[in-house]
């Protein structure tokens, strides 16, 4: 069953004189116990995506769905309250920059008690309920590898170094007992070690307790190893998504396979001291997207009908938008 | 912490020097006797003089001389009025008082308004509630504020008569100055109706605390809003809000620390206003302060009571602005920064 569903969600900014599109149209579904990664260029939109999911977009932007839902229930039709309520208990984001998104002014353990919601508290009277909750705090800290928590959970954002930070915000996120996991790029500025101590949780997660993921990153090589299904985007819109493997064995779209092609760990075959296959071209600014395909410019296999949007097409559960598919040899 | 507090007093002490410096150098710069502008003394005879020149350590180096003026600072021998005779210090002494009284309700009360109607309007920002706020505020924010006095003595004492003209309490009451505050006073005095004496007081201080205290609310409903609303901007309200923390919640663990901290340096640059306004209110209300004080002296080419009362109108601005930074330097956990090398 699909836990989280978005179907054609769109995202316009005002920019004085034009409207821009930063998200054109994008389909993700993450299914219960799955691990979704989603994949795509820094400034492609992932972001924008996990905003929206949260509800914490600033109020200039304007978001149309045709579907953003979670468990069937639209997240758009919801009242504030109940909102809130499937933010407090069912998901839990991991946002991006961690050191912003900690409180400067209050001590790591007290934003982290805050998070624990009540429900989760045991004890009838208020001191058994700090103790409680300070040992839940304790709990989750160990959880994500942080060893010292007499230091840490009295220590304020800017005296401890980003990674401790970020591993405070997964333990934010996950001490609330989450069903959906939003990572936006949880392993950002850590050392590969931490890097796949963490992974490794968020897998033991996904096993155990069936917890889902949604994981936001342009690490593919972390990404491959450790989840089932993928979406990929570019510069807003959603070009291929589908099964980890079957992507990976055989991409459809022109700009997966180059995605997959920049990434040397992904050949084995790759000659010493070769150039790596890489896309003509940058990424279009905001204000300059191209129309149809936004991928149309920088595209090998472009051709006159990409300058129509290309309508989501599917084999099987793999689904891509593009006129002219890698499996179809005619250009 | 010691390093804090050891370079802060390192800057008031060298502050209060160079003021000691300036207002030692009046005493060269304004016209007429050295001798008579640093003493406030007239010399009968040269006899005389002469004592009281070996008695200052006129006849030395300057820097002799500053020095021997500083002891004297800090000894509490000021010099005497030109006018009066009295000494500086009980002059001041009991001026200073009325004006910090003054100024300290006036910013009492612009704190008790002021903060709290700030994080309404910013939390409720952009809304025709915080616009009517807002312009509100600009509004009295832009009264002059002598103006303001005299449309309040025009209004309430003149037209409507339910204040007092001017002064601190009606003669009526002989009130003994021991702690230089009013109401203090009256609640210290033995054999008077304190309740009537405290309800006198408070109908003279009325007027002008009000007229102060309208130009400092309005400042600080405009920084408390402008500080709330950058507050809800950053990205860890967002991550806050996307925890499901209730609006409450976010109010009262996130927003309203974070929003304070900015505001007290801000606070500490208003007292210097406030100060200026209290002075200027004083003049109008014959309030027996500091600032109608240094008028007088001013009208009555009063040297060494100028020389004193400006040194003693900055060492008090000074003072609180250093005790306000401070303070706000050691509640805010942030600016203990120090770089740290990042990955």
Not at chain 1, 91 to 118: H, K
Not at chain 1, 203 to 230: C, E, G, P, W, Y
Not at chain 1, 256 to 272: I, Q, V
Not at chain 2, 55 to 83: A, C, E, M, R, T
Request: proline letters at 6%; one cysteine or more; charged letters at 15%.
């Amino acid at each position: 069953m699909a836990l989280l569903d978005i179907k054609n969600l769109t995202l316009e900014i005002d920019t004085g004189q034009t409207r821009v599109k930063a998200l054109d149209k994008v389909n993700l579904t993450v299914s219960s116990g799955e691990i979704r990664a989603l994949v795509g260029e820094s400034g492609s939109g992932k972001s924008l995506i996990v905003s929206a999911i949260s509800g914490a977009l600033p109020p200039q932007w304007r978001m149309t769905a045709d579907r953003l839902s979670w468990r069937g229930e639209s997240l758009l039709s919801m009242s504030t309250e109940q909102r809130r309520q499937v933010m407090r208990r069912d998901i839990a984001v991991v946002f991006q920059n961690p050191v912003s998104a900690l409180d400067p002014s209050a001590t790591l353990g007290q934003q982290l008690e805050e998070s624990i919601p009540d429900e989760l508290v045991r004890g009838n009277w208020f001191w058994q309920r700090g103790q409680n909750r300070r040992k839940i705090a304790i709990g989750a800290v160990h959880k994500v590898g942080i060893k010292h928590h007499r230091h840490y959970l009295s220590a304020y954002p800017h005296q401890v170094p980003t990674d401790i930070c970020q591993k405070f915000m997964i333990a934010m996120a996950l001490v609330s007992q989450p069903k959906l996991l939003i990572a936006d790029d949880p392993t950002r500025g850590m050392e590969t070690t931490t890097k796949t101590q963490v992974l490794k949780l968020f897998t033991r997660l996904n096993q155990t307790k069936s917890l889902s993921i949604l994981f936001v990153s342009h690490d593919l090589l972390a990404i491959a190893s450790m989840s089932h299904t993928m979406t990929v985007l570019y510069a807003g819109q959603t070009v291929e998504s589908g099964k980890m493997k079957h992507i990976r064995k055989r991409p459809l779209h022109p700009y997966t396979k180059a995605l997959l092609d920049s990434a040397p760990s992904f050949r084995n075959n790759l000659p010493p001291k070769s150039t790596l296959p890489t896309l003509e071209g940058t990424i279009p600014p905001l204000q300059h997207m191209p129309i149809g395909c936004r991928l149309g410019p920088r595209c090998p296999r472009a051709q006159r009908d990409c300058v129509v949007t290309p309508v989501q097409r599917r084999i099987h559960d793999h689904t891509y938008n593009c006129h002219f598919p890698l499996h179809m040899e005619k250009l | 912490m010691i390093n804090v507090l050891t370079r802060y007093l390192t800057l008031f002490v060298l502050t209060l020097l160079v003021l000691a410096a300036l207002s030692f150098s009046l005493a060269y710069l304004f016209p007429g006797d050295v001798l008579t502008n640093l003493t406030g003394l007239t010399p009968q005879n040269d006899m005389q003089r002469e004592a009281l020149a070996r008695q200052y350590k006129l006849d030395q180096p300057y820097v002799v001389q500053f020095y021997h003026y500083l002891g004297q600072l800090l000894s509490g021998n000021w010099g005497h009025s030109f006018i009066s005779g009295l000494p500086l210090r009980e002059e001041i002494g009991i001026a200073m008082p009325a004006t910090i009284e003054l100024a300290t309700y006036a910013m009492l009360i612009a704190l008790i308004v002021g903060v709290p109607v700030g994080y309404y309007a910013g939390m409720r920002s952009y809304t025709p509630i915080d616009h009517t706020i807002n312009s509100v505020s600009l509004f009295s924010y832009s009264f002059p504020v002598f103006w303001l006095a005299l449309l309040f003595i025009l209004v309430f004492s003149l037209e409507l008569g339910i204040a007092p003209l001017s002064g601190r309490v009606s003669l009526l009451f002989d009130i003994p100055d021991a702690t230089g505050f009013i109401l203090l006073d009256i609640l210290l005095a033995e054999d008077i109706d304190k309740g009537l004496a405290l309800s006198d007081a408070l109908h003279h201080m009325a007027l002008p605390t009000l007229a102060i205290a309208i130009i400092t609310t309005a400042a600080m409903i405009r920084m408390t809003r402008r500080s709330v609303i950058d507050v809800l901007g950053r990205p860890y309200i967002t991550a806050a809000r996307s925890r499901g923390l209730s609006r409450w919640q976010i109010f009262s663990r996130h927003i309203v620390r974070n929003a304070l901290l900015p505001i007290l340096p801000l606070m500490a640059i208003q007292i210097t206003t406030l100060i200026t306004n209290a002075m200027i209110v004083e003049t109008l209300f014959s309030w027996p302060g500091i600032g109608n004080w240094l008028i007088q002296a001013i009208y009555q080419r009063d040297y060494p009571a100028l020389r004193v009362g400006m040194l003693a109108v900055s060492t008090l601005v000074i003072t609180l602005t250093i005790l306000v930074d401070l303070f706000n330097r050691l509640i805010d956990p942030s600016r203990e920064k120090y770089e740290r090398a990042t990955v």
